[in-house]
């Protein structure tokens, strides 16, 4: 099928008239670029780096007349004459028609690499096979090959660029695309907020393709604050993921509800009369007695309210909650989850925005482990690729808690509930890979008068925010601004406010 392809992009004149539009065969050349259509026989390699070579030097296409001139002078070049002659045969195609050819040439190599590498693995698990030098043979072996055969095909599918010639004319003028695009597209660029003022004034929001690792000692609010984040960017209207790793969907799902009856906005509404008379009961549902089933029938109602308000309300962003049921998931497995999410979203016309992962650390890894530090380091250099490429390049952003020794920990109480990168040591790529690093401190005279400590250790495109107490009503699992106490945390709209010139 690779002759209908490369007949669209050159051009055979008729009667000394070019059959297809110069335009329109430039933008085939563009579609046929970015399809990942690969050309695996070596007189199609041939064929296509003479085509590119010359649109380099000319910036046109060369026609069909001067590549067969230029192959018959070649010597060697005789399986690519073969291959114009039967270029020569099909009719050409532009536009949605030609693009429509790319993709259906596309999914049948794509069909084919699959088909091969589950051949291979099959091999590998039943009678062995030589890898390179490598003798690979049995079931686990099989599949940490075809891990790695897939991740090759998916590879070949990346629409993102990962190299370019800067000065290039055209990749400054795709950079002023890009930017008049950001300019009149500035929703697309809104980051998403904590909810905590002294955060987001500062940071301006998660932005694409971010990792903000939230780093505490063992409960001291890690999931609290992931889990608050979430709610915030659900409400806001961003489409999110979270993989819980330590708890069950049923508990994340409940810990979400209570959460929604925290929230002042929702409840006193005017344009939601009929909630008016919750708000006496804001603030009061407290998680524990969901679990155990033991609300006053006032409570009650007003829990079951606020799942129908989440259930009802269209602004509202999806989420998906997922409890691996594997022994081990990887960063991989979170990779596949996040691409079927995002196909089901797509249905809706909706992409996934935004990923929470409670927590790294409880994520395993493929083939032998080389020891936890190690495996952790390349956890998160998996998890900070996966938000760069995530799904052609589309990306994400996300949170993650992680874990903080006893010793950094004791090291904090002597300090005021000030941590140091150095505390994070276990892992050298939180500091390099995290685009957001923070931390939690409660001490014990902290966890009664619910309030935590938080500051910031890193944040890669903005000035560090100043340490400050935000307060917390542990039982509904709620965090906010310590100034808005006697009102609870009225939720900060995002979009709203870029709308308002915020």
């Known amino acids: 099928m690779l002759e209908r392809a ?53 910036v046109e296409l060369p026609c069909f007349d001067l590549l067969k001139e230029h192959f018959s002078n070649e010597p060697g070049c005789e399986d690519v004459l073969v291959t114009l002659e039967g270029i020569e045969a099909e009719k050409p195609y532009i536009g949605g028609n030609y693009k429509s050819i790319l ?47 897939s991740k090759e095909i998916r590879a070949k599918n990346m629409d993102f660029k990962t190299e370019l010639q800067a000065l290039d004319s055209r990749e400054i003028q795709e950079a002023k695309d890009r930017y008049d695009h950001r300019k009149n597209n500035q929703i697309e660029s809104l980051g998403i907020y904590t ?71 929702v409840w006193g509404d005017p344009a939601k009369p009929h909630y008016q008379k919750y708000l ?27 799942m129908d308000d989440l259930d009802s ?61 190690e495996d952790l380091n390349q956890k998160i250099i998996g998890i900070k690729r996966l938000f760069l490429t995530f799904n052609n390049g589309q990306g994400l952003r996300g949170v993650s ?5 006893r010793e950094g920990y004791v090291r904090a109480m002597a300090n005021g509930g000030f941590y140091m990168l150095s505390d994070l040591s276990d892992s050298s790529e939180i500091e390099k890979s995290g685009d957001v690093v923070i931390t939690l401190f409660m001490d014990d005279a902290m966890r009664k008068s619910g309030l935590f400590k938080i500051c910031n250790l890193k944040a890669r495109r903005n000035d560090l925010f100043d340490p400050f107490e935000a307060c917390a009503n542990l039982a509904a699992k709620r965090i906010y601004t310590r100034a808005d106490i006697k009102k609870s945390d009225l939720i900060l709209d995002s979009k709203t406010t870029l709308e308002l010139g915020g």
């Not at 539009?21 to 259509?37: A, P």
């Open 6 to 58: 490369f007949r669209s992009i050159i051009d055979i004149p008729l009667n000394g008239r070019m059959t297809i539009d110069k335009e329109e065969l430039l933008e085939n050349f563009r579609s046929f670029q970015k399809s990942h259509v690969r050309c695996e026989e070596e007189a199609y390699k041939k064929l296509y780096y003479r085509i590119l070579d010359h649109f380099k030097r000319y």
């Open 103 to 149: 993709k259906e040439i596309k999914s049948k190599q794509d069909l084919e690499s699959l088909q091969e590498a589950l051949n291979e693995a099959n091999e590998i698990a039943i009678k062995g096979r030589k890898v390179g030098k490598t003798q690979m043979k049995g079931v686990e072996q099989a599949i940490d090959y075809f891990s790695i055969k």
């Open 195 to 265: 909810g905590l003022e002294q955060i987001d004034k500062s940071l301006n929001g998660l932005k694409h393709t971010e990792l903000m690792i939230v780093a505490a000692y063992t409960a001291q609010g890690k999931t609290t604050f992931s889990i608050n984040m979430l709610y915030q960017a659900v409400l806001c209207g961003w489409n999110s993921a979270l993989f819980t790793l330590e708890m069950t969907v049923e508990e994340m799902q409940d810990m979400l509800y209570v959460l929604h009856t925290t929230n002042y906005e």
């Open 280 to 306: 006496q009961y804001v603030g009061q549902v407290e998680y524990n007695d969901v679990r155990e089933g033991r609300l006053t029938p006032e409570l009650e109602e007003f829990y079951k309210a606020a």
């Open 313 to 373: 309300e269209e602004e509202y962003g999806r989420l998906y909650i997922v409890q691996p049921s594997e022994k081990t998931f990887t960063v991989d497995d979170i990779n596949i989850k996040c691409l079927e999410i995002n196909s089901d979203l797509k249905t809706k016309d909706k992409v996934l925005e935004f990923c929470v992962i409670d927590y790294l650390r409880l994520l395993g890894v493929p083939g032998k482990s080389q020891g936890e530090r």
């Open 401 to 405: 808690p992680h874990q903080i020794k």
